[in-house]
């Protein structure tokens, strides 16, 4: 069955203080590993892809890497608007489209 | 342009009452999914169409939540003889297309409250 541990449940930074956020896989045939970030009352949205162990992506403050075991964000000076729950999500291969999710990263930048 | 959309955004209903959810997906995604997110929790997947038929139904829990989508774009979760556990925000998503390298978008969710 596959599962997804993310690390720390939460975490409160100093505006500026960079910071990584770990997350845990065991799935069988990994299809795709997915970051999505939620703000309360909202739905998920979509920040990376990641498909290969090495494999690396960045999108403004926030930088995703991927190993064979886990993937992590980056947050490089972050800023009081990043505050949120940062979702990591895994897709197996096999041919179901669903996506497994871990409960997620509270997130609280402090100005 | 829009997103996936979700009617009502919250619904409170008494146990053991019919309740259900739309979604308006994004124009052209031929992918549709739900889920459901308890608080505190990752979203957990219930069921997925490509299209008009259910392709993967397995997250369902038992057989009074049924999902339908009948044109192939707008779907209906459906729960019947609600009970308090399935109080919850229930989440559509949509993609363009099913496979490697399509995102599934979400939309705001529909808040549902079992009294």
């Known amino acids: 069955e596959d599962q997804v541990t993310q690390s720390p449940e939460a975490l409160r930074l100093q505006e500026g203080e960079s910071s990584s956020l770990n997350c845990s896989y065991t799935v069988s045939g990994l299809r795709g590993l997915f970051w999505y970030r939620q703000d309360p009352g909202k739905g998920p949205e979509f920040l990376f892809t990641?498909?290969?162990a090495g494999e690396e992506k960045e999108k403004e403050r926030l930088k995703a890497t991927l190993t064979k075991k886990e993937s992590f964000l980056h947050i490089t000076a972050p800023k009081p608007e990043d505050s949120a729950t940062y979702l990591c999500?895994?897709?197996?291969?096999?041919?179901?489209?669903?996506?497994?999710f871990g409960k997620g990263t509270k997130l609280t930048v402090n100005p | 342009g829009a997103g996936v959309s979700q009617t009502p955004s919250n619904k409170v209903t008494e146990k053991g009452k019919y309740v259900e959810l739309r979604c308006d997906p994004i124009s052209g995604h031929t992918a549709l999914y739900w889920y459901r997110q308890s608080l505190g929790q990752g979203p957990e997947f219930l069921i997925y169409f490509q299209g008009t038929g259910a392709a993967d139904d397995s997250g369902l829990p038992n057989d009074r939540f049924f999902a339908v989508r009948p044109e192939g774009s707008v779907s209906t979760l459906k729960i019947q003889r609600t009970e308090r556990g399935d109080s919850a925000v229930y989440l559509c998503a949509s993609s363009r297309l099913a496979g490697v390298g399509y995102e599934q978008y979400f939309g705001p969710g529909t808040r549902l409250t079992v009294t």
């Open positions: 999500a895994v897709q197996h291969q096999g041919g179901s489209e669903k996506l497994v």
């Open positions: 990641l498909y290969s």
